[in-house]
């Protein structure tokens, strides 16, 4: 899960608004096609020694708030707080952010970390900002596809396993080849509903996919990827092959 406590270049004086607690997405990746619409949340918890009258959150991705390349939103809104019934420094809050792979995804060095800025205004007019409050991966959809040959094929002889596993390009609107990353074989034998894994594969130009197994029994075959951090996994369909 993506939780951090709230951090800060310098150190906060002990009468400043601090966050927690802070959740992007309910935990998991952010993973964009070329064409991906879909809401983002962030959660986080702030407390304030004065009570916290309104509070915020967005993403950044860059070495610094000054030079960031990338806002998620580009105009932060100000998040829903609810202060605690039970103890009045404390608001639980969330913010919604509409994302747009095709708006907002411009280049792919925008893959990877990014960064929640969280703030605050107390009660008493003060305002608190931390530019690293907690983090988030933002990666590129994988597509991963196989063909497994001959079919039918006979007992004992040998099939040729092939695919290709791609990724979505920001800066060119396709999907391209991912070179020299780990793809794993799996089979599953009809009437099973376990893989096992068979092998490794590499992928070679152009995210190209090809190797051999031996044929032992009716089943399906498929190729995996785990993804990278700046990559989300893929999982391609199984391909059933008739055993003779």
């Known amino acids: 899960m993506l939780l951090a406590t709230a951090q800060a270049a310098g150190t906060a004086a002990a009468d400043d608004t601090t966050f927690s607690n802070v959740v992007v997405n309910g935990g998991k990746d952010i993973v964009l096609g070329l064409t991906t619409r879909k809401?983002?949340?962030?959660?986080?918890?702030?407390?304030?020694?004065e009570g916290v009258a309104a509070s915020w959150a967005y993403l950044w991705h860059g070495p610094n708030t000054d030079d960031a390349d990338g806002s998620l939103p580009l105009y932060p809104p100000a998040g829903t707080c609810v202060v605690s019934p039970a103890d009045p420094t404390t608001a639980t809050c969330k913010v919604s952010i509409a994302v747009s792979a095709a708006r907002d995804f411009d280049h792919n060095g925008l893959a990877g970390a990014w960064k929640v800025l969280a703030g605050a205004q107390d009660t008493e007019d003060n305002w608190t900002e931390i530019d690293v409050a907690g983090t988030a991966n933002v990666k590129r959809y994988a597509r991963v596809t196989v063909n497994a040959?001959?079919?039918?094929?006979?007992?004992g002889r040998t099939i040729t396993v092939t695919g290709r596993l791609t990724r979505a390009n920001w800066e060119s609107g396709t999907y391209t080849g991912?070179?020299?990353?780990t793809v794993q074989l799996q089979f599953r034998k009809k009437g099973?509903?376990?893989?096992?894994?068979?092998?490794?594969v590499t992928s070679?130009?152009?995210?190209?996919?090809?190797?051999?197994?031996?044929?032992?029994a009716d089943g399906y075959y498929r190729f995996v990827f785990t993804g990278t951090p700046t990559t989300g996994p893929s999982?391609?369909?199984g391909d059933f092959v008739d055993v003779r």
């Open 178 to 181: 991912y070179q020299g990353r």
């Open 204 to 216: 070679g130009v152009g995210g190209t996919l090809k190797t051999t197994t031996k044929a032992k």
């Open 149 to 155: 040959s001959p079919e039918p094929v006979k007992k």
């Open 235 to 237: 999982t391609a369909t």
């Open 39 to 49: 809401t983002v949340t962030i959660t986080w918890t702030a407390r304030d020694p």
């Open 192 to 200: 099973s509903s376990v893989y096992t894994a068979l092998k490794t």
